[in-house]
T-cell receptor, first 115, second 117 residues
Framework: AQSVAQPEDQVNVAEGNPLTVKCTYS??????LFWYVQYPNRGLQFLLK??????LVKGSYGFEAEFNKSQTSFHLKKPSALVSDSALYFC?????????????FGTGTKLQVIP | GAVVSQHPSRVICKSGTSVKIECRSL??????MFWYRQFPKQSLMLMAT???????TYEQGVEKDKFLINHASLTLSTLTVTSAHPEDSSFYIC??????WGSGELFFGEGSRLTVL
């Protein structure tokens, strides 16, 4: 079975400071990894994904994430946080072994950027 | 990215009535769509996988007679909450993946907030 862990319910960061939202995963095969952002009462928006290749993935709105196979992590990062980045962030994984289609989401991390 | 439209965004109904939520892929075809339920301050719970032209696959613990899913075309899936009760009040979100499979990310609708009085 595949799983995703987001150990922090909430992350607070001052505007202009770098931010990190943590994610670790567990799959039996090779993972597809995703980050999504959700604003209040809205659906999820896709930020970035790791499929294969370069471990550092760049996505929308200046976000990036680093795939670390040995640590089974896929932390989301941004060099300089904006107040508008305040939202709920979800890490997700899909196991590509055997054509398994389901995507498993983490519990979400609320990011609060303080002006 | 691809666009998924979900309607209605908000619905309030009386207990015992049925509510239909539509999910449309606007610029791509989706043989598979997914329906999620999200409780306040919680993650998304996959309810069912909607397959075009065939029966939906429900997750364990989800009542298929309660949550009727129809995926009649490659661009439309509907979720009908039958005989709704206050405990069915929630935020329902659909998602879809381009039938071409491609890189595999899901595209989400804007969600539908159901309030059952």
């Amino acid at each position: 079975a595949q799983s995703v862990a987001q150990p922090e319910d909430q992350v607070n960061v001052a505007e202009g400071n770098p931010l990190t939202v943590k994610c670790t995963y567990s799959v039996s095969g090779n993972p597809y990894l995703f980050w999504y952002v959700q604003y209040p009462n809205r659906g999820l928006q896709f930020l970035l994904k790791y499929i294969t290749g370069d471990n550092l993935v760049k996505g929308s709105y200046g976000f990036e994430a680093e795939f670390n196979k040995s640590q089974t992590s896929f932390h989301l990062k941004k060099p300089s946080a904006l107040v508008s980045d305040s939202a709920l962030y979800f890490c997700a994984v899909r196991d590509i072994k055997g054509g398994y289609q389901k995507v498993t989401f983490g519990t979400g991390t609320k990011l609060q950027v303080i002006p | 990215g691809a666009v998924v439209s979900q309607h209605p965004s908000r619905v309030i109904c009386k207990s015992g009535t049925s509510v239909k939520i539509e999910c449309r892929s606007l610029d791509f075809q989706a043989t598979t769509m997914f329906w999620y339920r999200q409780f306040p301050k919680q993650s998304l719970m996959l309810m069912a996988t909607s397959n075009e032209g065939s029966k939906a696959t429900y997750e364990q613990g989800v009542e298929k007679d309660k949550f009727l899913i129809n995926h009649a075309s490659l661009t439309l899936s509907t979720l009908t909450v039958t005989s709704a009760h206050p405990e069915d009040s929630s935020f329902y979100i659909c998602s879809a993946r381009d039938s071409g499979w491609g890189s595999g990310e899901l595209f989400f609708g804007e969600g539908s907030r159901l309030t059952v009085l």
